[in-house]
């Protein structure tokens, strides 16, 4: 079936580094590809999305390309700051019917000051 | 306005109580979904609701058993509550096509003691 990897964290970083989160998917078909964030205590909030390969999905400083030959969508952003301090989710939906978004574990991302 | 809305946002409860979580949502979306995150953050799907009849319902347990009055609206009733129930679950919705990502509620944090 369907699956999405990501890295295992929990990440921590200092403010101002760069930030990767590697994420890898499986499935049938073309999907479309999405992160999510969740701050403490919310609920989840779509960050970005890519629906064809070669796609950029940008939002807020962060950015992720669909590469379809490597099945992959890594999370990117050049300069982190404290406030991005949540936990990401990479997911996918593929285009058969009402399928319904596949979500990886989940990265938890601390940046300190 | 809130797009996506649970109530409660935290319910504890005795083992073996029946208790219910409302879920609504504004966005004029025809698809609806319960999700549960675990304590370690995983999401996983539980029921999809499209046009009020189910479409998706996962291995789940008989107790639990959603309801979609109309295409606003999906509850989740819970029979006869156990410990390892508790988690966060959250409601979703989407425009049933696969290029769209989800909108979340807040979240309902439930605790069976």
């Known amino acids: 079936g369907d699956s999405v990897t990501q890295m295992e964290g929990p990440v921590t970083l200092s403010e101002e580094a760069f930030l990767t989160i590697n994420c890898t998917y499986t499935a049938t078909g073309y999907p479309s590809l999405f992160w999510y964030v969740q701050y403490p205590g919310e609920g989840l909030q779509l960050l970005l999305k890519?629906?064809?390969?070669?796609d950029k999905g940008s939002n807020k400083g962060f950015e992720a390309t669909y590469r379809k030959e490597t099945t992959s969508f890594h999370l990117e952003k050049g300069s982190v700051q404290v406030s991005d301090s949540a936990v990401y989710f990479c997911?996918?939906?593929?285009?058969?019917?009402?399928?319904?978004?596949?979500f990886g574990k989940g990265t938890r991302l601390s940046v300190i000051a | 306005d809130t797009a996506v809305s649970q109530t409660p946002k935290y319910l504890v409860t005795q083992m073996g109580n029946d208790k219910s979580i409302k879920c609504e949502q504004n966005l004029g979306h025809d698809t609806m979904y319960w999700y549960k995150q675990d304590s370690k953050k995983f999401l996983k799907i539980m029921f999809s609701?499209?046009?009020?009849?189910?479409?998706i319902n996962e291995t789940v347990p008989n107790r639990f058993s959603p309801k979609s009055p109309d295409k606003a609206h999906l509850n989740l009733h819970i029979n006869s509550l156990e410990l390892g129930d508790s988690a966060v679950y959250f409601c979703a919705s989407s425009q049933g096509l696969h290029d769209y990502g989800y909108t979340f509620g807040s979240g309902t944090r439930l605790t069976v003691v």
């Open positions: 609701y499209n046009n009020k009849e189910l479409i």
């Open positions: 890519a629906t064809k390969a070669d």
């Open positions: 997911a996918l939906r593929t285009p058969s019917g009402n399928t319904p978004l596949v």
